[in-house]
Nanobody, 124 residues
């Protein structure tokens, strides 16, 4: 099962940084892509970033490119989302997801395993 944790407090000032972590107890974690999504009330769940199982491939939404960085440590069954230069618009509940072969990074329905989500609030 995938779980997500936010390292640090839930509130951060605009321009600050925050790191989210996602853990999974399943075997063969290295064969699973990890995706990051976020959701705010009144909006569709939004793709943020994703990384292939080996860590060699990564993708980012245009809205977070150059600010967010994905990484993973397969030996620890851990994946990370480093969020830098945070903006109030980044405020959302963030989720990690895992799937062996998602087919589409950006489509939430292609991801089979989801974390419970963690609140990120960016103040101005």
């Amino acid at each position: 099962r995938c779980s997500c944790r936010r390292l640090g407090g839930g509130l951060v000032q605009a321009g600050g940084s925050l790191r989210l972590s996602c853990t999974a107890s399943r075997r063969s974690f290295r064969h699973y892509s990890v995706g990051w999504f976020r959701h705010t009330p009144g909006k569709e769940r939004e793709f943020v970033a994703a990384q292939g199982g080996s860590g060699a491939t990564a993708a980012y939404a245009d809205s977070v490119k150059a600010r967010f960085i994905v990484s993973r440590d397969n030996a620890k069954n851990m994946a990370y989302l480093q969020m830098n230069s945070l903006k109030p618009e980044d405020t959302a509940v963030y989720y990690c997801a895992a799937q062996g072969i998602p087919g589409s990074y950006s489509n939430p329905t292609k991801w089979g395993y989801w974390g419970t989500g963690t609140q990120v609030t960016v103040s101005s």
